[in-house]
């Protein structure tokens, strides 16, 4: 069946990076799009970044731009988002997502903080 598990979350200094891992197992990953969410206390859900099947076109929530990007490992089936000069306002839990035959399945999320 259809898992996502997340790792690579924890605490970290403002200005500090994080690498984010989904690892995905019961379909390729290189066909289906592929997201991270997260969801903030008291806040939510919201799209941080999306890479597109195949090809593997990416976009961008407005807040990370420029700071977080999405990649996919086709050879490890997992997808990874890169968070560099992490904010405070980053603070969530981060969730892996993908659309796949009308069902969107979730992990159960990683928690980043962003604190000194």
């Known amino acids: 069946q259809v898992q996502l598990v997340e790792s690579g979350g924890g605490l970290v200094q403002p200005g500090g990076s994080l690498r984010l891992a989904c690892a995905a197992s019961?379909?390729?990953?290189?066909?289906?799009?592929m997201s991270w969410y997260r969801q903030a206390p008291g806040k939510e859900r919201e799209l941080v970044a999306r890479?597109?099947?195949?090809?593997?076109?990416?976009n961008y929530a407005d807040s990370v731009k420029g700071r977080f990007t999405i990649s996919r490992d086709n050879a490890k089936n997992t997808v990874s988002l890169e968070m560099n000069s992490l904010r405070p306002e980053d603070t969530a839990v981060y969730y892996c997502?993908?659309?796949?035959?009308?069902?969107?399945?979730w992990g159960k999320g990683t928690l980043v903080t962003v604190s000194s």
């Open positions: 890479i597109t099947s195949g090809g593997g076109s990416t």
């Open positions: 997502n993908v659309l796949r035959m009308g069902m969107d399945y």
């Open positions: 019961g379909f390729t990953v290189i066909l289906y799009a």
